[in-house]
């Protein structure tokens, strides 16, 4: 989608990190620098008009649960490393960067549409406990290797949800695969005689079919590690946040397979 932009706002940068711009204005004016130093303001007030987040852009809360270790936190970390052309062949750094739970939430200002948007994202080791939050929409996350966290979903974290967030019934819910790259073909032990056992990884269609069978509203999958889909994952969250905004709500009529294949 290439209607889609956006920038991660992070918080862990030195507050008073010196500013050659802001240097620059300090010198006195001379007839040497005087022209430099108006072209410098010039820029900065370009850029600072280009980047400035509107008080009345709609702001999204989205909350991320899923058992411990799935791959919620390292989701987020790609993201912040911005998207990938379409056409790129190249992969991220296997060192991601490490987001601190303080300084949830993370923020993203996402233009869709030329409509600005701030996505405010939370997961479970949020400062704040989640079930004081008030989402507008949540991703239940699970690790495709491990069934065992899928299972859960329908267990654990749909009963939460309808606990807690029972006040919104036009609040949308995803369920997103991550780890990907660590999904393995089901072995012929796996499989059984009967051709009918399964395997520790889950398949696409199983994955759809959690999310159809707890009437969900997506599924999607990603590997955060590789970057594979998450370009795709990261525009279908921000359609759905962004007609959280509408009268409608970003309920859909039923679950679809966003991005997994």
Same mark, same amino acid.
């Given at each position: 989608?290439?209607?889609?932009?956006?920038?991660?706002?992070?918080?862990?940068?030195?507050?008073?990190?010196?500013?050659?711009?802001d240097r620059r204005d300090s010198l006195p !004016?001379?007839?040497?620098?005087?022209?430099?130093?108006?072209?410098?303001?010039?820029?900065?007030?370009?850029?600072?008009?280009?980047?400035?987040?509107?008080?009345?852009?709609?702001?999204?809360?989205?909350?991320?649960?899923? *058992?411990?270790?799935?791959?919620?936190?390292?989701?987020?970390?790609?993201?912040?490393?911005?998207?990938? !052309?379409?056409? @790129?062949?190249?992969?991220?750094?296997?060192?991601?960067?490490?987001?601190? !739970?303080?300084?949830?939430?993370?923020?993203?200002?996402?233009?869709?549409?030329?409509?600005?948007?701030?996505?405010?994202?939370?997961?479970?080791?949020? !400062?704040?406990?989640?079930?004081?939050?008030?989402?507008?929409?949540?991703?239940?996350?699970? *690790?495709?290797?491990?069934? @065992?966290?899928?299972?859960?979903?329908?267990?654990?974290?749909?009963?939460?949800?309808?606990?807690?967030?029972?006040?919104?019934?036009?609040?949308?819910?995803?369920?997103?695969?991550?780890?990907?790259?660590?999904?393995?073909?089901?072995?012929?032990?796996?499989?059984?005689?009967?051709?009918?056992?399964?395997?520790?990884?889950?398949?696409?269609?199983?994955?759809?079919?959690?999310?159809?069978?707890?009437?969900?509203?997506?599924?999607?999958?990603?590997?955060?590690?590789?970057?594979?889909?998450?370009?795709?994952?990261?525009?279908?969250?921000?359609?759905?946040?962004?007609?959280?905004?509408?009268?409608?709500?970003?309920?859909?009529?039923?679950?679809?397979?966003?991005?997994?294949?």
């Amino acid at each position: 989608m290439s209607n889609l932009t956006y920038r991660y706002l992070s918080t862990s940068a030195p507050k008073h990190a010196e500013n050659p711009f802001d240097r620059r204005d300090s010198l006195p !004016p001379t007839r040497n620098n005087e022209a430099a130093l108006n072209h410098v303001r010039a820029s900065k007030g370009h850029r600072k008009q280009r980047m400035e987040y509107s008080p009345l852009s709609p702001e999204v809360t989205v909350l991320l649960l899923g *058992d411990a270790h799935v791959g919620k936190s390292t989701f987020l970390s790609r993201l912040s490393l911005g998207i990938q !052309p379409k056409d @790129s062949t190249t992969f991220p750094p296997y060192t991601l960067p490490v987001l601190r !739970p303080s300084d949830q939430p993370y923020a993203f200002d996402i233009t869709l549409y030329n409509r600005p948007y701030r996505l405010q994202f939370y997961d479970t080791s949020s !400062p704040t406990h989640y079930t004081l939050l008030h989402p507008h929409f949540v991703i239940l996350c699970y *690790d495709i290797s491990s069934r @065992s966290t899928l299972n859960s979903l329908y267990s654990t974290w749909l009963p939460i949800v309808n606990a807690h967030f029972a006040y919104d019934e036009n609040l949308p819910v995803m369920v997103l695969g991550l780890k990907r790259d660590l999904r393995k073909q089901w072995t012929v032990e796996e499989h059984g005689p009967d051709k009918k056992g399964k395997g520790e990884s889950v398949m696409p269609h199983e994955g759809l079919q959690t999310a159809q069978t707890m009437l969900c509203d997506h599924y999607a999958e990603c590997s955060a590690l590789t970057g594979e889909l998450c370009r795709e994952v990261l525009e279908d969250v921000a359609r759905t946040c962004a007609k959280t905004t509408t009268k409608d709500g970003g309920r859909s009529k039923g679950p679809d397979m966003c991005s997994a294949m």
